[in-house]
């Protein structure tokens, strides 16, 4: 698939320079997605250019897909005209989905436009956080009463039906969820059977303020292609379906990879230089204190430094062994306080483990980086002072790779933002501190 | 569901104090992707006498869920009868995840006990490397000739059907897949009807040699629970379903998180401590290779270090800023590749752009470094070189963050495991040459 965008690109950027009648019939073979993922690697211009290409008619579920920044720099500018035609068949999910980049008074302009079912959907769904499952449903299910019997699923099966309904739900009469049915079942089972009596045992219902990326992920292991989703009440308010789920749990995962560098996935490829570079330069504020902190500590063995300028010259090794090793716990850490594995319970072990393997890693590093330096300037002092700052700064990053993420997610802070940040602010620091320090104690 | 997992931890570690039945009773109630989970939350003893408490029947299914190095700790010691019990109703699916396990005679072993039609199976699948999709396959598919009817549709599907079976295919006489039904569209149309004239417009079919992550994404945007996988003939061989494309995709995203860290998506939490820090003392060793070298370059300063030792102090700002500026073009340069939306065809482009970030953020932390620095040591000479050193280096790293892992990935080399170590090998050494370069010229 990767191959395939990757061909339409060229295309496309090859087509800009020819004719817009290629570049329209390119774009009427592609399915939304794709023209989403394309318009996103394009820049700015072209990627203008191109949307304009696109019919008018399918231009709203092209919006859809793309993500929040690349969309804003389609829409920042289109005129009250323009967005009635966008917006005339626009339903509930999707004015949600687009809700992101639109003033109130689009929003507003988009729930005139709407039937009275759709715009309640969109109030009941936008009531709801962003990382809430209620935020992400649909209402494409099949609903019986919970007497009703398999003649009567027939009969709604005769329907035209929303991709993945491999369920029909039951609800009772206050509108609460009671029983799913499979319809592979239903068509096995004779006519006159209570559709409770082929009900699935093992079926999971989903709170609507339950976390998204865990519900989604649930689903992902279910063996459904639907879930149920309930509010307190456990009245049905809409399903879950597989698609979304998907896209939630890849959000999240493309979310955990861009925070490990300060950005979220919404960053665009190509949005403007001037809005990404402020963007970035928060992250680069942050880092650039947590640096000024590592050479403040540098400062206060100045003395030491003028005199055994190996040091100097030596202090990026120290550091450097200790963020690598710290952030190999660190990223195991947070992979397991993810998947929930990591707990009170064997948070003890599990320090005690690490720890271990710092300690096994630190003793071989430590006597051969000693060696080396040794060698190098001719000093088995210095070999010593090094060796026994790496020791320490492997042990204490292994000590900091367990304990700074587990903290982190007590207080609600997302580990794979400022894991790795605070992380390498403790290895640096104990590092240069362990270093200059044994330096100056034992080589002055 | 991560909330539920942490709670079962803590339940069992309890139990293991107290009551072996207790701990089967809470078992019993778990599927067998939560024992799993749970198991690999345990630490090696604990895990052993947890696993020794489930029962017989239920030890396959857990121990597939898996991941491949924590199933290791449990299997490791077992002996022929023991493998004998858990093989005996093993299928080629199973036996295809524990095959990364196995030594080949418990293969071979498992090979005869299966029927033939699954030894088979195992075989084809076995055929393809892991990145194939062709070796994720299952064969749980409801197949018809090209020219049946609506009521033959209708027959098959009064038998068991798999879960996410939302499609019927139709193959031709060579075997080759041909079509594909919604098993919805079958049940609103009339008996007669030949299924080709309800089958499905575009509808996407799966190649078992491609890429099977891009596979499994194409799968999850499809809309279907499903889709056909054929050999180079076109032959059906199977299909790969949204369950087992989900696995696959939540496991790249896993592999990309840990390769940042030098680590792969099966570590263990609860490796033996030799085991693990065997792993990871590589990743520790490439590192120190290009600590080294960056030492080596330090060392080419000595002499300046020595009469200006306020440059050793700011060293570790002018390398960290260089890192972190490089390390988010780098980031997202990864996931637009990732996503092939990253080609030749736009490279310059993107190059341009990023370059033009790192151009602004670099002249922006230029100044206030420069007047930072200028201030602690009261010499404005050594803000400018601070200064220029961090402008070179930011727009250097922006630079790279383009082009290496657009070069690794030429060459084959995933850049989520090489990018981060290259980039800051290059920004390490740039940023130390250029500041102490500089500092040697303006400052002696």
Redesign the interface.
Known sequence: ??????DL??E???AQDTDDNVLASVLASQ?A?DIA?LL????VDERQHTWEQIPQSRRLEVLVEMRVDARETLIADMSREQWLTLLADIDAEDLLELSYNLPSRIIDLALSLMDEKQSEYFADAAQFDDDETGRWINHDMLVLPQNAKVRDA?RL?????A????TLFLVNRAGQFAEAVR??EV??TPDHTPLVDISED?FSVLQAKEDCV??A??L??S???ALPVVDEQQKLLGRLD??AA??L??EY??G???A????DEE?D??SP??K??RK??I???I??L???L??AF??LF?AT??QV??L??????V???GG??G??T???I?????????????LQ??TR?EV??GA??GV??AV??GA?ASFWFGDPRLGLVIGLAILANIICAALSGVLIPVLLEKFDIDPALSGSVILTTVT?IVG?VAFLGLGTMLLL
Do not use: C
């Open positions: 698939m990767s191959e395939q965008i990757t690109i060229e496309v950027v090859h399915d997605a993922l996103e690697s394009l820049p027939m099966l005769r329907r035209e039906i991709p993945h309904t491999d319809i592979t068509l096995r093992a865990d519900a992920m649930l992902q292991k063996g459904f292609s597989i698609t998907s896209e749990v890849n995962y493309e955990q990879l861009m490990s560098a300060g950005m960053e490829l190509f230089v001037a990404s570079a970035r330069a992250w680069l504020g880092n650039l947590t640096a000024f590592a050479s540098i400062g100045e430094l003028q300028v190996a100097a010259v030596l202090m990026p090794v550091a450097s062994m690598i090793a952030s190999q660190l990223t195991l947070i992979r397991g306080l993810a998947l929930g594995q990591v707990s009170k319970a064997n072990a599990l483990k271990g393997v096994v890693n071989i590093w051969v980086i080396v640096d240069f």
